[in-house]
C-alpha cells in the first residue's frame, strides 16, 4: 500500500478546511474514476480506489477527522504519522476516538472478512438484455451443535486470561497506545476448554448458498462486478467481505463482439447479389429483412443501426455490422450456358459494352 505519509486531505484533492459537501464530491469523483468495475485488472487503480475510500471513511466522520487533524499536529508533518499501512493508523484513530487520547477505552474491531470471488458464464443473448442468475458461494454457517459457542454441549467457556474477557489487549506503538484483538481467544473474550466435535471450536462449520445476482445488460467479458457485504463474515463484528462475480461471456457460433458492435457473415447466393433481393439477416432481438441492391460484390459490409449491445446502465446500442459472402458458382448450368450463348450471338459487342453485371441480368430475364 501507498505509505501513510501521504495526506489523505491530498489524496482526496481538498483543503484542509473542505466542507463535508466537498470532501463527498471529490470522494465520489474519484472513486468513479478508480472503482476496480471501471479498471479490471488495473492493480494500479484499485490501490488508488483503497486510498481514496480510506480517505473519505475518516474525513467525512466528524470525530475521525477532527482525531486525524490532531494526530498530524503532534507529529508536526504535512502528511501525518509515517506509518506502514492504512489499518496501522485506522487502529491508532480508533483508539484514539475510542479513548479519547487517553488510551482508556476499548477500541471496536475494525477487522474485515475476506471477500469471495466466483465465476459465471453467460451467452451472448443474455449480455443484451442482463439476466438474474443464482450463484454458488462458500459460506460458513452457525454450527447447530454448539449454538456458535465452540464448545461441546455440556461443557462452559472460561474467560481468556490474557486479555481478562475484553478480546483486546494494549500494544505500545512508539508514544501511541493501542488496542488489538487478543491472539489467545481470536477477539472473542472467551476460551474453548472442550472443543465442539462438529465444528472443531470454530463455533461455525463450511457450507455453500446460492445467492441470486443480477448481471446488468451490455456486461463486458471478463468484467468483475462487486455485490458489497455478501462475502465471508468477520470475526468479533466486523464487515463482512465482498462477493465478486467475474462475467465471461461464450461464444457465439455466429455473431462475434467488438465492445458495443456486433459482426455476422452472411452467405448469400450469387443470383442474390447480381439481381439483388430482400433477405433475412439473424440479429440478437431476432431475424430482420435487409434489402441487398443489385451488383453487390461479396465483402460488401452492411449497417444494422443500433442491433448491438448497450452500455452498462445507460447509453444508446451499438450496430449490428454484416458482411456478405456471395457463394459464386464455379460452372452455370447446361440451360444457363445455352441462354447466355444465345445472347451473346444476338447482342455481339452490345453485351460488352452493358458489362458484365448487365450480361448476368440478361441470363436470369
Not at 466542507?19 to 464530491?25: G, L
Not at 477532527?66 to 494526530?71: F, K, S, W
Not at 506509518?83 to 479513548?99: C, G, H, P, R, T
Not at 433475412?280 to 435487409?290: C, N, S
Request: proline letters at 5%; one cysteine or more; a positive charge.
Amino acid at each position: 500500500m501507498r505509505n501513510m505519509n501521504a495526506d489523505l486531505y491530498k489524496m482526496l484533492g481538498v483543503e484542509r478546511d473542505a466542507s463535508a459537501a466537498e470532501v463527498k464530491a471529490a470522494y465520489r469523483r474519484l472513486a468513479m474514476k478508480y472503482h476496480p468495475d471501471q479498471n479490471p485488472g488495473d492493480t494500479v487503480a484499485e490501490e488508488r480506489f483503497k486510498e481514496v475510500k480510506h480517505a473519505y471513511e475518516v474525513l467525512s466522520d466528524p470525530a475521525k477527522r477532527r482525531a486525524y487533524d490532531r494526530l498530524r499536529r503532534r507529529t508536526g508533518s504535512g502528511g501525518g504519522p509515517n506509518f506502514d499501512n492504512f489499518s496501522e493508523l485506522f487502529d491508532i484513530l480508533n483508539s484514539v476516538i475510542s479513548a479519547g487520547f487517553g488510551g482508556l477505552g476499548k477500541a471496536k474491531s475494525n477487522a474485515r472478512g475476506e471477500n469471495i470471488r466466483v465465476k459465471l458464464s453467460i451467452p451472448l443473448e443474455e449480455a443484451l438484455t442482463g439476466v438474474r442468475r443464482d450463484v454458488t458461494v462458500p459460506r460458513s454457517r452457525e454450527c447447530t451443535r454448539c449454538g456458535g459457542s465452540g464448545a461441546e454441549p455440556g461443557t462452559r467457556l472460561r474467560t481468556c486470561d490474557e486479555c481478562d474477557g475484553k478480546g483486546q489487549v494494549r500494544v505500545q506503538q512508539g508514544f501511541f497506545s493501542l488496542m488489538r484483538d487478543c491472539k489467545k481467544c481470536g477477539g472473542r473474550g472467551r476460551v474453548v476448554e472442550t472443543p465442539c466435535r462438529r465444528c472443531q471450536g470454530e463455533g461455525r462449520v463450511e457450507g455453500t448458498e446460492l445467492l441470486p445476482v443480477d448481471v446488468p445488460a451490455g456486461v463486458r467479458d471478463g468484467q468483475v462486478l462487486r455485490w458489497s457485504r455478501k462475502g465471508m463474515p468477520a470475526r468479533a463484528g466486523g464487515v463482512p467481505g465482498d462477493l465478486l462475480v467475474e462475467v465471461s461471456i461464450d461464444t457465439h457460433d455466429r455473431f462475434k463482439r467488438d465492445g458495443k458492435d456486433i459482426h455476422l457473415r452472411l452467405p448469400i447466393s450469387f443470383t442474390q447479389a447480381s439481381l439483388g433481393a430482400k433477405v433475412e439477416v439473424p440479429t440478437l432481438d431476432g431475424r430482420v429483412l435487409m434489402k441487398i441492391p443489385p451488383g453487390t460484390h461479396s465483402g460488401r459490409v452492411f449497417r444494422l443501426k443500433g442491433k448491438g449491445l448497450p452500455d452498462v446502465g445507460d447509453g444508446p446500442r451499438g450496430d449490428q455490422y454484416v458482411r456478405l459472402v456471395v457463394d459464386t458458382p464455379e460452372r452455370f448450368s447446361a440451360r444457363e450456358e445455352k441462354g447466355r450463348d444465345s445472347r451473346n450471338s444476338r447482342s455481339g459487342n452490345q453485351s460488352e459494352e452493358r458489362g458484365f453485371w448487365g450480361r448476368v441480368r440478361d441470363l436470369f430475364e
